[in-house]
Structure formats: structure tokens, C-alpha cells
């Protein structure tokens, strides 16, 4: 069985403000884990992902993310947030081996303010 | 390079009707799968597509079904309607059915069920 909970369903910045994301996931074998950015009215864009190696993911547009296995967490950051960042963002993790079903948080809204 | 297309985009019906929605993929993708996005929630996994057979399918009752084209392109078919199933529905494409694959995903189509 698998989770995700997404800390925050809404996030609120500055405009050149640190960007935290949260999220905390369940997995019961190695996980794979997702961060996706969802503007209005338009599907999902892969941000980043950990299938495995190296724990800290970078992805586009300036986001990263960290594995940590102990605390079973995978948060977003952006040292900067530009206003083009609002969106809603998904965390989501998937097994890595067996069977795939993709599991998604319920989202975070990212507000950005001048 | 066109990206993955859903069609139609909105879509309006009564209960207890059926509906197709359509999918094509990203060009060299074989795998498609799909996605139920109910409003202010993450998307729900319904099933993946791989050599035209399911995959996998998440909990999703049989009024669900699927259709995967030789040409790699997909149909949802969704039978007597409910209005729970009122919903964005995501269809995603990747290179494989492998979990670290990363999924593409199209704009959605947006059904109402009235």
C-alpha cells in the first residue's frame, strides 16, 4: 500500500521568497517519487523525479527536491519564487517494482505576491 | 513534435449515459494511461495501456473500460454515468509500461454529467 499527503493545500510567497513544498509519502518497497505543476485548465508537467542514486533531484524551471528515506519525505523547494510559479503542484509516488500504480496527493496551490 | 492531444475537450451529459473520450499519444510512446481528476483533488489512476492490453487498472469500477488502437492511441469508455463521475480526465503517455518512465501528460477532457 501506498500514500501521499501533501502538507498545505494552499502555500502563500513573496515574489523572490523561498518556495517550500511538502510532502510525505507511505510506500511499503523503494519508492518512486513525482513532482508534477498543473497550471489552470491545462494537464500535468513533470517537475522532477527519484527513481534511484543521488537524493537531491533537480528539475526545470529552478525547483528541486530531496529524498529522505528516514523521514519519508520528498519536499519541494525554489530558492526564488517568480510570479509565473502559481500553479497547483501534485506530489505522487509510485512502487518501483511489481505492479505500477501511481498514487497523487491531493495538491498544494502555490500563491505568489508581488 | 505534437504532444499528447485528447479529444473532445468538454464534454456535457445526463445520467446514465455513455461516454468516449479520446487519447492520442506522444509520438514513439506505446503506453498510455489513464487519469480521473475530480475537482480540488490529485488525479486518480484508472488503468495503463501497453501492446493493446491492460495493464494495470486502479479501483475503478467496469463501467470503466479501455482501448488501446494499433497505432498506440486510446479510448475511455465510461457506461451508465453517474454524476460522481463529473471530472477532468488526464490521459498520459510514456516511452513504456516501466514505472520510471516519465509520463506526458494532455490537457484533459472536462466532463459534466448532469
Known amino acids: 500500500a501506498q500514500s501521499v499527503t501533501q502538507l498545505g493545500s494552499h502555500v502563500s510567497v513573496s515574489e523572490g521568497a523561498l518556495v517550500l513544498l511538502r510532502c510525505n509519502y507511505s510506500s511499503s518497497v523503494p519508492p518512486y517519487l513525482f513532482w508534477y505543476v498543473q497550471y489552470p485548465n491545462q494537464g500535468l508537467q513533470l517537475l522532477l523525479k527519484?527513481?534511484?542514486?543521488?537524493?537531491l533531484v533537480k528539475g526545470i524551471n529552478g525547483f528541486e527536491a530531496e529524498f529522505k528515506k528516514s523521514e519519508t519525505s520528498f519536499h519541494l523547494t525554489k530558492p526564488s519564487a517568480h510570479m509565473s510559479d502559481a500553479a497547483e503542484y501534485f506530489c505522487?509516488?509510485?512502487?518501483?517494482?511489481?505492479?505500477?500504480?501511481?498514487?497523487f496527493g491531493r495538491g498544494t496551490s502555490l500563491i505568489v505576491h508581488p | 513534435d505534437a504532444g499528447v492531444t485528447q479529444s473532445p475537450t468538454h464534454l456535457i451529459k445526463t445520467r446514465g449515459q455513455q461516454v468516449t473520450l479520446r487519447c492520442s499519444p506522444k509520438?514513439?510512446?506505446?503506453?498510455v494511461s489513464w487519469y480521473q481528476q475530480a475537482l480540488g483533488q490529485g488525479p486518480q489512476f484508472i488503468f495503463q495501456?501497453?501492446?493493446?492490453?491492460?495493464?494495470q487498472r486502479g479501483n475503478f469500477p467496469d463501467r470503466f473500460s479501455g482501448h488501446q488502437f494499433p497505432n498506440y492511441s486510446s479510448e475511455l469508455n465510461v457506461n451508465a454515468l453517474l454524476l460522481g463521475d463529473s471530472a477532468l480526465y488526464l490521459c498520459?503517455?510514456?516511452?513504456?509500461?516501466?514505472?520510471?518512465?516519465?509520463?506526458?501528460f494532455g490537457p484533459g477532457t472536462r466532463l459534466l454529467v448532469l
Open positions: 505522487a509516488v509510485g512502487p518501483s517494482g511489481g505492479s505500477y500504480i501511481p498514487t
Open positions: 527519484y527513481t534511484t542514486g543521488a537524493t
Open positions: 509520438s514513439g510512446h506505446d503506453t
Open positions: 498520459a503517455s510514456s516511452l513504456d509500461e516501466r514505472p520510471r518512465e516519465t509520463q506526458y
Open positions: 495501456y501497453y501492446e493493446e492490453e491492460e495493464r
